[in-house]
């Protein structure tokens, strides 16, 4: 059961509306002929794609999950391969790539609706192809010429996919401490030995040939962080016409069972002497990774995005049919022995929780991808510059902020559906499981948090901060004036400034101990999520506000949701300001032994 339609009028609102995405590719050589009516028939393709092809495999695929049948040999759930195929043959891989290798060089920002829409129809099915992208992505920034015409074209395509083989069993985010060996052969390659663990679409029966990139290190590589190397690992080694050929000494030993994307094979992956090439510079590997690793981030954020939207879709579906009891201020169907759910103020609470995140969310991980269109493709400088450092301090919001709401979102969806919630065939149980997963991997979302506080802003005494808060300052003059923007103006603008005094303070109290940063980055990163929300939502109800009149009911919808968001959701800022600012000592008081 459940259902799933691309949300393509408030897609079309955040690109067209609200980024004015036309004015912004034709500054972009690259993408100056890219136009509205394109990008609007790109996204109701892939609507149509993901609707009708992947989300009926969604609950399916969880309910069968992956087989691991022996040998290395792992089979994704029935229907999986089959719709690869197609989204291969519909060329939706190269949707987004450099054309020199086959791909249609669209924007990213096209590619990330996209991606949104997937993982709505299914997270597990997605993050195939799309752990596929970020191989792509870091071979094209880092490969040589021969590797990137080895397997370029095949990546983008989709012929092959992609993996990134990070975590070992005795290390997960600390990467310093791999043990994972590569030694130098004489015809300029490298034979790879250690183990891999949690490797998502490690081993699958969708496509020809998985490429590994694995991280490992050299012989005479230092200690730490700074002798890691970067290998690309194909599961067979191509042949001299560029096809699948010899077997290579890497293999799926099992696969994790786990408790949510059960379609997508998570994987103990075994390298004994495999084969693999240098990707990047000696010791310098976790530079090129982190371009995968990025836009894996950005990547679980549409993730978060996706569920968000799929649950929202279902739970309301089911509050307008549910009949349970009456409204509080009499029947609302009074002809019908009970009123529908969604008349009962909680339930409108969980619905418009989910709207207002879904939405607030869109605006947000649409408005980033637009900036690394303007980091990789801007003919001027210093608008390359400034996109760059948007997205570096925003890529931890990204993940974190749309992880953690996913999860409430997803929550408050199974419960708008009472005791069919938890089962099984309403599906809603499962967004549930499935998001939860994502505020994990690619780095827990503490981990986003410390990246954010610890390296992002007081690695550059708040520099990057600053620059997006001249963009949130700059709509709040602009605003300042027009009384019917007030309500969102004005806690957009005190949000504004106690971000900046917490900032400083924070600062402050690490400069005397490191652990402060550690107590406040989880409630810091939650406030600025919530700064990054207030900006969008103030902008999208200025848009409504001036659209009202023409009767369009979108627009009293996106109204209503933005007036929701600052009088329900934005105050949870106040709250996590002063779990900010408690510090350390409370946390840090108790020896390890007496807990």
Same mark, same amino acid.
């Given at each position: ?440 991997? %690619? &780095? =827990? +979302? ?11 802003? /007081? #690695? $550059?005494?708040?520099? @990057? !901060? ?12 602009? %605003? &300042? =004036? +027009? ?11 005190? /949000? #504004? $400034?106690?971000?900046? @005094? !917490? ?12 652990? %402060? ?79």
């Amino acid at each position: 059961m459940g259902q799933y339609t691309a949300p393509l009028r408030d897609m079309q609102f955040v690109l067209h509306e609200l980024l004015g995405v036309d004015a912004e590719l034709k500054a972009m050589p690259q993408h100056a002929d890219v136009d509205a009516d394109t990008i609007n028939q790109v996204i109701e393709e892939a609507g149509k794609f993901c609707a009708d092809v992947v989300f009926p495999l969604n609950q399916s695929g969880d309910r069968e999950g992956c087989t691991y049948e022996g040998d290395g040999v792992v089979r994704a759930p029935k229907g999986f391969r089959e719709a690869y195929q197609q989204y291969v043959e519909a060329g939706w891989p190269a949707l987004a790539c450099d054309p020199e290798f086959g791909g249609q060089g669209l924007p990213i920002v096209v590619n990330n609706a996209l991606y949104e829409m997937l993982n709505s129809a299914s997270q597990a099915w997605t993050m195939y192809p799309g752990l596929s992208h970020g191989a792509y992505e870091a071979l094209h920034a880092h490969g040589t010429p021969e590797l990137k015409q080895t397997y370029l074209p095949k990546l983008v395509s989709g012929e092959w996919t992609g993996t990134m083989c990070l975590t070992e069993p005795h290390c997960g985010t600390d990467l310093g401490i791999l043990r994972s060996k590569a030694e130098p052969q004489a015809d300029g390659s490298y034979r790879i030995t250690g183990t891999k663990i949690f490797i998502s679409a490690g081993e699958h029966d969708l496509a020809d040939n998985i490429i590994h990139l694995v991280l490992a290190r050299l012989p005479d590589a230092p200690q730490g962080t700074k002798g890691i190397s970067l290998f690309v690992v194909p599961k067979f080694v191509p042949d001299a016409s560029g096809n699948p050929g010899a077997r290579n000494g890497i293999q799926c030993g099992a696969i994790e069972h786990k408790m949510g994307i059960h379609g997508n094979a998570t994987c103990v992956m075994n390298l004994d002497g495999a084969q693999g090439w240098l990707v990047g510079e000696p010791n310098k590997g976790l530079n090129a990774m982190f371009v995968m690793m990025n836009a894996a981030r950005l990547g679980v954020g549409a993730q978060g995005l996706g569920l968000t939207e799929v649950a929202y879709q279902n739970s309301l579906a089911y509050a307008k049919e549910r009949l349970q009891m009456r409204a509080l201020t009499g029947p609302k169907a009074p002809d019908q022995p009970a009123d529908p759910i969604i008349v009962h103020p909680d339930v409108r609470r969980m619905l418009l929780t989910q709207k207002a995140y879904v939405e607030g969310g869109r605006a947000f991980a649409y408005w980033t991808a637009l900036q690394i269109d303007r980091e990789l493709s801007h003919p001027d400088e210093s608008v390359r510059k400034q996109s760059a450092d948007l997205v570096a301090l925003l890529t931890p919001v990204i993940k974190a902020f749309l992880t953690d709401n996913a999860f409430t979102s997803t929550n408050e969806g199974m419960q708008v559906f009472g005791g069919h919630g938890y089962i099984a065939e309403w599906g809603m149980e499962q967004y549930v499981r499935d998001a939860r997963i994502n505020m994990i991997y %690619e &780095g =827990t +979302n503490t981990i986003q948090a410390l990246d954010l506080l610890g390296r992002k802003i /007081l #690695g $550059d005494m708040g520099a @990057k !901060l600053k620059a997006f808060g001249k963009i949130v300052q700059a709509f709040v003059e602009e %605003e &300042g =004036t +027009n009384e019917a923007m007030q309500e969102f103006i004005n806690p957009l603008a005190d /949000l #504004g $400034d106690k971000v900046q @005094k !917490l900032t400083m303070e924070i600062g402050m109290k690490a400069m005397g101990n490191a652990d %402060e940063v550690g107590a406040a980055a989880v409630p810091y990163l939650r406030v600025v999520g919530h700064l990054v929300f207030s900006y969008f939502w103030a902008r999208m109800a200025k848009i409504a506000l001036e659209k009202q009149g023409s009767g369009d009911k979108f627009y009293a919808s996106k109204l209503a949701t933005a007036r929701f968001y600052f009088a329900k959701l934005q105050p949870e800022t106040a709250a996590e300001i002063r779990k900010a600012r408690a510090g350390a000592a409370t946390l840090m008081a108790l020896d390890a032994d007496l807990f």
